[in-house]
Nanobody, 126 residues
Framework: QAHMVESGGGLVQPGDSLTLSCSAS????????RAWFRQAPGKEREFLVGILWNSGATNYGASVKDRFTFTRDKAKNTIYLKMFSLKPEDTAVYYCAGRRSGSSSFPKFAEQYDIWGQGTQVTVSS
């Protein structure tokens, strides 16, 4: 059974940096794509960045592409989200997600992903 587990969240101050990790088990390299999303209270789940696992092609959401960086370690089956210059509006629960089947377009919507981690809270506050 496939699992994804996030870690690295916490309370930080505005302007700080933070790196989230998401390790996967039960997912082979044939996974089509993986992604990071976040969800703030009262808001819809927002796509941040995704990767097509085999090609390595990435796609960033417009709201974070200048401050967040996606990396991966294929050997560890782990993806990372490096966040810089954090703002209070970045406060949210951050999720990693995986999609096993192919897609005709880059999957950017939550409903296009079938495996989810439990989420990790990031709070940006002074």
């Amino acid at each position: 059974q496939a699992h994804m587990v996030e870690s690295g969240g916490g309370l930080v101050q505005p302007g700080d940096s933070l790196t989230l990790s998401c390790s996967a088990s039960g997912l082979t390299s044939s996974t089509y794509s993986r992604a990071w999303f976040r969800q703030a209270p009262g808001k819809e789940r927002e796509f941040l960045v995704g990767i097509l696992w085999n090609s390595g092609a990435t796609n960033y959401g417009a709201s974070v592409k200048d401050r967040f960086t996606f990396t991966r370690d294929k050997a560890k089956n782990t993806i990372y989200l490096k966040m810089f210059s954090l703002k209070p509006e970045d406060t949210a629960v951050y999720y990693c997600a995986g999609r096993r089947s192919g897609s005709s377009s880059f999957p950017k919507f939550a409903e296009q992903y079938d495996i989810w981690g439990q989420g990790t809270q990031v709070t940006v506050s002074s």
